[in-house]
């Protein structure tokens, strides 16, 4: 699904895959096989978002601050930047609150490790016995642009492959780097200065909400995983740009534009789709978010809180839900 890599560049921590490296993508950006049109129509809800601008921001209630930034889980060396910029909060912080700490994300890769069942189809029938040929060869071709094998590919879950196939090639050549989103230089920071850290859910729940739904369903979404390499190149070019230009609405929104480079897709299906994914890896867990926030505000003064960016904007963001429950926020 086409918003899928977006979703895992800006919503979710690295825990299913390793992080990218940067300079991975040198495409131009998928603004230039936009109609002129459709780009206009995305400005104008970009700027209509709540909270659309802006990667950080300051919470305020009472005596209580929070300092919010929102992330994005692709190694860049822009990173240093924002770094610098939280230095001051992270320093007289009293904690930090992540989607998910670098011991939560070891444990869920020692999860699937020990349980690789969650990952491979052990028995019955493979992928390529569920798709029709052309579809399968579509996926086996996507699958090796990625390095994977399609003998691998043909048993792997299908909500994993498509977790897979979400990566733009351009980047998956780099994953094993090793090197940091701004989620993990900054937890690295927290360990420097004794800052303790403390997940915003189990890491448990995010792997069940990843790997959710029947395997007809997962096979239903692997169908339209697969789009032109290029696309995905050149979407993740707009949607790093965008992120560094504090335009979160703006990559975020864009994927809806580019049905046109997807001609097995239904429409209405995209749709319904969309939408559901949305609600369930981002408002969803926006609106869980808040009671740990607050808890964690009943006891400390002073509250470092990182997580993608996408979790920032839109009615349903953690800066408009904070605004309902009473704190003020202001950008930095």
Not at 52 to 69: M, R, T
Request: hydrophobic share 50%.
């Amino acid at each position: 699904m086409i918003r899928l890599f977006a979703l895992a560049a800006l919503t979710l921590p690295s825990l299913i895959l390793p992080s990218l490296a940067h300079a991975l993508c040198n495409a131009d950006g998928i603004e230039t096989l936009m109609a002129p049109a459709d780009l206009a129509d995305l400005n104008d809800v970009a700027a209509a978002t709540p909270y659309g601008q802006g990667l950080y921001w300051s919470a305020q209630k009472g005596d209580v601050e929070l300092s919010i930034i929102g992330t994005m889980h692709l190694a860049d060396p822009r990173h240093a930047n924002l770094r610098t910029r939280a230095a001051p909060q992270l320093e007289r912080a009293d904690i930090l609150l992540v989607e998910a700490t670098l011991e939560d994300q070891n444990a869920m890769q020692v999860n699937m490790a020990q349980n690789p069942e969650m990952m491979t189809i052990n028995d019955g029938p493979t992928l390529p016995d569920q798709l029709d040929p052309d579809t399968w060869a579509q996926i086996r071709d996507a699958a090796a642009l990625r390095g994977v094998p399609g003998f691998i590919a043909a048993k792997m879950q299908p909500w994993f492959l498509s977790m897979t196939l979400a990566i733009a090639p351009c980047a998956m050549a780099s994953m094993m780097a090793g090197e940091l989103g701004l989620d993990g230089l900054l937890m690295e920071d927290a360990a420097a200065l004794n800052v303790p850290v403390m997940a915003l859910e189990p890491w448990q729940d995010t792997l069940a909400l990843l790997s959710s739904g029947t395997f007809d369903e997962q096979i239903d979404a692997l169908r339209y995983s697969v789009i032109d390499p290029d696309i995905q190149d050149a979407l993740i070019t707009s949607l790093v740009t965008s992120y560094f230009a504090e335009e979160t609405a703006y990559g975020w929104h864009i994927g809806r534009y580019l049905t046109d480079h997807m001609p097995n897709m239904d429409l209405a299906l995209f749709d319904a789709q969309m939408a559901e994914l949305e609600e369930s890896l981002l408002n969803n867990r926006n609106r869980a978010w808040i009671p740990v926030i607050e808890n964690a505000a009943a006891s400390h003064d002073q509250i470092f809180i990182a997580f993608g960016a996408a979790h920032l904007i839109g009615d349903q963001g953690v800066l408009n839900l904070l605004e309902g429950n009473g704190w003020t926020i202001t950008r930095r």
